[in-house]
């Protein structure tokens, strides 16, 4: 069965720090998909990321850059310069490829990440 | 136009009241789903449907009834709920190609926050 786990419950950052939160996933399939959500006060849940378990290439998208490392089974996100706008609760996801487990996403229990000014 | 709706955005019934969240999705995708975010809990896939075909029912009480006209509607009936299913429920679509074994990125709804008293 896949899970994921994210153990930073919460973490509170002052404005301009980097921050990184850690994920750490757990799967039997070789092929399988990754995800990072951002969820905002409002609800709903901002699409980040995707990457598949073929593509070990770090990505770097403004301030935001995801570390994927096979060896260790962690997808970690790092924000730089970290802003208030960039509190949110943030949700690592997996997906494993085909079978029944088509499309399922499996969450794991998210970080709640304050940026004080 | 924002890519998936969801109405009401609040929602307080009693626990003998029957209602019906609605789900709508205008980015042309193919697969529908319904996710419940519970506080203290990560977020729970509760049904799938492809091509308006349910795929996927998570072992959802029968209190939950869902409705897929077409690919672009969802909708969740409730009826004798309990205090217990207060919670955001969320909706997501994604493109899903018959041909594709791949998982597609979801995209989320702004959610229902549901009380029921």
């Known amino acids: 069965a896949q899970k994921v786990t994210q153990a930073q419950t919460e973490i509170s950052v002052v404005e301009k720090e980097d921050v990184t939160l850690d994920c750490v996933y757990e799967?039997?399939?070789?092929?399988?998909?990754l995800f990072w959500y951002k969820q905002p006060p409002s609800g709903e849940l901002v699409f980040l990321i995707r990457?598949?378990?073929?593509?070990?290439q770090n990505e770097i998208s403004g301030r935001y850059s995801w570390n994927f490392q096979k060896s260790t089974s962690s997808f970690n996100f790092t924000i730089t310069a970290s802003q208030v706008v960039d509190s949110a609760v943030y949700f690592c996801?997996?997906?494993?490829?085909?079978?029944?487990?088509?499309?399922?996403?499996?969450f794991g229990q998210g970080t709640i990440l304050t940026v004080h000014p | 136009e924002t890519g998936v709706t969801q109405t009401p955005r609040h929602l307080v019934m009693g626990m003998t009241n029957k209602k019906s969240l609605k789900c709508e999705q205008h980015?042309?995708?193919?697969?529908m789903y319904w996710y419940k975010q519970s506080a203290k809990k990560p977020l729970e896939l509760m049904f799938v449907?492809?091509?308006?075909?349910?795929?996927e029912n998570n072992s959802v009480p029968s209190r939950f009834s869902p409705e897929c006209p077409n690919s672009s509607h969802l909708f969740l009936h409730l009826h004798t709920l309990q205090p217990e299913d207060s919670a955001l429920y969320l909706c997501?679509?994604?493109?899903?190609?018959?041909?594709?074994?791949?998982?597609?990125?979801?995209?989320f709804g702004p959610g229902t926050r549901l009380t029921v008293l």
């Open positions: 449907y492809n091509f308006k075909e349910q795929t």
């Open positions: 990457r598949n378990s073929f593509d070990e």
């Open positions: 996801a997996l997906s494993e490829a085909g079978g029944t487990s088509y499309g399922k996403l499996t």
């Open positions: 799967t039997r399939d070789t092929t399988y998909y």
């Open positions: 997501a679509s994604s493109l899903q190609l018959p041909t594709d074994t791949s998982t597609d990125t979801q995209y």
């Open positions: 980015l042309g995708h193919n697969a």
